[in-house]
């Protein structure tokens, strides 16, 4: 069965940047497409971004798009997200999870079966 691990994040400040990283074992991420969602305290969650390992689909959120960038390291079977650019309002605990469908702008989360257990990224001052 396909476990996700969430990790690298941490306390940065504004303009800063972080790299997480969702490593997977139990199988190979050929086949599924990788969201990034976060929630942050008293919010929905929301899907940001979305790599799909064989079609090559992808979707950036308008809140994310140009800050942030998604990729994938086949040899280590893991995706990264690149986050460039941090404000204060980027809080939040970052989740990232495996589906079998194609990304688009629906990010909800029936689309995706497996989740890691989450990272804190905090960004202030």
């Known amino acids: 069965q396909l476990q996700l691990v969430e990790s690298g994040g941490g306390l940065v400040q504004p303009g800063g940047s972080l790299r997480l990283s969702c490593a997977a074992s139990?199988?190979?991420?050929?086949?599924?497409?990788i969201g990034w969602f976060r929630q942050a305290p008293g919010k929905e969650r929301e899907g940001i971004s979305c790599?799909?390992?064989?079609?090559?689909?992808?979707y950036y959120a308008d809140s994310v798009k140009g800050r942030f960038t998604i990729s994938r390291d086949n040899a280590e079977n893991t995706v990264y997200l690149q986050m460039n650019n941090l404000k204060p309002e980027d809080t939040a605990v970052y989740y990232c999870?495996?589906?079998?469908?194609?990304?688009?702008?629906?990010?909800?989360?029936?689309?995706?079966?497996?989740w890691g257990q989450g990272t804190q990224v905090t960004v202030s001052s």
């Open positions: 790599l799909h390992s064989s079609d090559g689909s992808f």
């Open positions: 139990g199988s190979t991420l050929d086949f599924y497409a």
């Open positions: 999870a495996a589906g079998p469908y194609y990304c688009s702008d629906d990010t909800g989360a029936y689309k995706y079966d497996y």
